[in-house]
């Protein structure tokens, strides 16, 4: 084993000494100066991507906190609307149970305008005084004095 390492020693120094360029101190000095320019600016680089990072990320929260807040001003205003249409819906039901006496109304309003024309016929025709009894009239009598009339 001892042998063996010489002999890679010896071929490490005879390949060393064959491949090795004499060492340039300018060379050298020229080289420092281009790693510290080049990490001078890696640095300036790498603080303006921070920065553009810290604008990126108080654009994305403020983007964030927008659609946030629309969201809860949408759902706001769609609660609000479905009240006021859930209330509208009452009050039109309201309205119209209201509504179902003045139609019961407006249909004796019918029957008493039948009853008077008939009545304004016999009055003013006396020689057309066969003309039948409307139905209406007949409703108007029951109702007034009762199903027992003469």
Known sequence: MASQ??????????RTADTTVPLDPKLLDDLE??????SR????HLSALREHMKRIS??????????????D????????ASQAALEMIKRVDELSHDLSGVLILAEQVQNIKEALD??????LHTSNSSAPI?????????GVFGSNSR
Do not use: N
């Not at 001003?73 to 609000?80: F, G, P, S």
């Not at 008939?118 to 009055?123: G, I, K, P, Q």
């Not at 409307?134 to 029951?142: C, E, G, K």
């Open 134 to 142: 409307p139905s209406s009239l007949t409703q108007i009598v029951t």
């Open 58 to 71: 108080l654009h994305t929260y403020q983007a964030v906190y927008v659609h946030e807040k629309g969201v």
């Open 5 to 14: 390492q010489t002999f890679l020693a010896s071929v490490f120094e005879t």
């Open 33 to 38: 100066l281009l790693a510290t320019d080049v």
């Open 118 to 123: 008939w009545l304004e016929s016999v009055v």
């Open 73 to 80: 001003d949408l759902c706001a205003a769609t609660e609000k």
């Open 41 to 44: 600016d890696l640095d300036l």
